[in-house]
């Protein structure tokens, strides 16, 4: 049976595991019991940073402190990073401080606390960032591999995790995950599917009931969304001809945008995009909210079959 | 390096004239906060900044941010004057490719800690380098400069509130209480009311001086640095006067985004005893 984890597990235990580096600390803005980074504070007060409900602050001690050495991780809900926006702007991007920013409980399938917790455009707007890295795995081992890998990268980078439990897929396969690189989970020759996050699961589901009807998918993890993968996503638009992005995000902005900026400007292939209809959420079920947004696996194959008759 | 009061007062004066012409060359920026915060950068960096000029990114140097970042005119004038910097460099303010960008930025020139130019992000910045500092065993401190209609962000709060809950003794801020914003006065702006009061609620050390008396300000930096009030965040509540120095801008909100011309300038020039009548 299929492991299940929440994202936000992998990216709490990453930070444990990263504590051997004491340039690494840990900034909270009171939801360390959410996004995970708890199990660090517990382990590492010291090295550990309460700023309390006080995300633009958050942002910029850590600013101070890569500036100074440190490797700062500071996490809170996707949505809090949004009003930390110009900070990460001013004071993280455009120095170029390598400030490690996790919002978790990102897009619809964060469920029952509705609307304002459901952030539908963190990915759009940081991607929108110079020198930024834009992360959104899909299970807890990349979340934590990735997270794993940022003290090397030495810029600023922003990822999100998911609140709700999703299939675990790489266990045991840790060594095919890379920032910047994503990764062939299905191989086929007629559509690509290119997903990202809680949306990776669905669209294996979407690849196997396509499978029943002949056609076969091609499914793409792409965890980081910027910089993209451009010579996975040539290769793929090459051998299949018709591509399909599917992220819990706004259809704007997000996965999608990334996947077409591409495309238009290298290997042209027709592409459907599943994402957020460009309306908010509301309070419902994690699977419940995946039917109403319309970005399940039964929509993805539905926007497959389309991308192949544009062919 | 003991500096009289006297020798503060011409580093200051010469800083003048460098803030003067160089918003005139630039035909913009700001002299108004360049001019009100002067007396205070120059007695900083003159006789507490523990820095090597010669060797900028020294990793245990004390940290100065200037968070009211588009008074880069003043920075860049003590830099120079120490030494960062030449005098030469001060003529590629606001050019393309000059290491004086428009407002103070930590990748483009040497000296400069903090890329500022938003309101309400220095203190957190400055929060992070003292806590870097405590984290290091170190005792270099970071000081950091705000001005008054930048107490508006409540950015500042969070920043002022966190800073004395985490007990950062070696957070020193100097507040430039010029009274005037890019608009109006502050007053007409946005009334600030009990400004000591605030900051002392927030569990601060709080002291008021006159910010061009330079007796006073070495006293306002004696009380930053005093064992006693390494406990905790410090503030110094310098009272100024926008566009102190230059008769036409003081008081004057048209000169906190506004050069002078041709004519003003050779005025200030007089004024400052650059040149003779």
Request: with cysteine.
């Amino acid at each position: 049976m299929t492991r299940m984890a929440a994202t936000r597990d992998g990216y709490g235990q990453a930070l444990l595991d990263l504590a051997g580096n004491e340039k690494v600390v840990v900034l909270e803005a009171d939801l360390g019991k959410s996004t995970k980074s708890l199990h660090f504070r517990k382990a590492y007060p010291d090295r550990t940073i309460s700023c309390g409900i006080g995300e633009q602050n958050m942002l910029l001690v850590g600013a101070g402190m890569a500036a100074s050495g440190y490797i700062p991780f500071a996490s809170t809900f996707a949505i809090f990073t949004e009003r930390a926006f110009e900070q990460m702007r001013n004071g993280i991007a455009r120095p170029n401080l390598a400030v490690h920013l996790c919002g978790s409980h990102g897009g619809t399938h964060t469920g029952t606390d509705g609307s304002s917790a459901q952030s539908i455009e963190d990915l759009g707007i940081f991607r929108t960032l110079p020198n930024v890295v834009v992360m959104h795995p899909c299970d807890d081992v990349s979340t934590r591999v990735l997270t794993m890998q940022l003290p090397a990268l030495g810029t600023p980078s922003y990822m999100r995790t998911a609140r709700n439990k999703t299939p675990v897929l790489y266990d045991g396969r840790e060594d095919e995950i890379k920032i910047g690189k994503g990764i062939v989970l299905k191989e086929g020759n007629d559509v690509a599917i290119v997903a990202c996050g809680v949306l990776v699961s669905e669209s294996l589901k979407a690849a196997e009931s396509l499978k029943a009807e002949g056609i076969h998918a091609t499914v793409v993890d792409m965890h980081t969304l910027k910089p993209i993968d451009g010579e996975l996503i040539d290769t793929i638009a090459t051998r299949c001809g018709a591509l399909v992005t599917a992220e819990d995000h706004n259809v704007i902005g997000g996965l999608g945008s990334a996947v077409a900026e591409h495309l238009v400007a290298n290997t042209f292939a027709p592409l459907e995009m599943v994402g957020v209809p460009d309306r908010f959420g509301e309070s419902g079920q994690a699977d419940e909210m995946l039917e109403v947004m319309q970005i399940s696996a039964h929509y993805i194959a539905l926007a497959a079959k389309k991308a192949i008759s544009r062919k | 390096m003991t500096k009289s009061i006297s020798d503060l007062e011409e580093i200051a004066r010469k800083c003048r004239v460098e803030i003067v012409k160089m918003v005139h060359r630039a035909q913009a920026g700001h002299p108004g906060g360049s001019l009100s915060e002067i007396d205070l950068l120059a007695a900083l960096y003159a006789t507490r900044m523990r820095v090597r000029p010669d060797e900028p990114k020294w990793g245990d140097r004390d940290r100065f941010i200037l968070s009211k970042g588009h008074a880069s005119p003043g920075m860049y004038s003590i830099l120079a004057e120490m030494g960062f910097i030449s005098h030469e460099d001060l003529k590629s303010y606001r050019v393309l490719g000059g290491v004086c960008q428009g407002h103070v930025d930590m990748k483009w020139c040497p000296g400069v800690d903090f890329s500022a130019g938003s309101l309400g992000m220095g203190l957190s910045f400055g929060m992070g380098c003292a806590t870097a500092a405590r984290l290091d065993g170190s005792d270099r401190r970071a000081f950091v400069m705000i001005g008054d209609g930048e107490m508006q962000e409540g950015s500042v709060w969070e920043a002022a509130m966190a800073a004395a809950h985490h007990e950062l003794g070696n957070l020193k801020v100097i507040l430039d209480r010029n009274r005037i914003q890019n608009d109006d006065f502050c007053e007409v702006q946005m009334r600030m009311f009990d400004i000591p009061a605030k900051w002392k609620a927030f569990g601060w050390n709080v002291k008021e001086i006159d910010g061009h008396n330079m007796t006073e300000v070495m006293e306002g930096l004696d009380f930053l640095e005093a064992p006693e009030n390494c406990n905790g965040p410090s503030i110094l509540i310098a009272h100024t006067i926008k566009g102190a120095g230059i008769s036409y801008m003081e008081n004057n909100p048209s000169f906190h985004g506004a050069a002078p011309n041709d004519e003003q300038f050779h005025q200030a020039m007089l004024e400052l005893g650059e040149v003779e009548a």
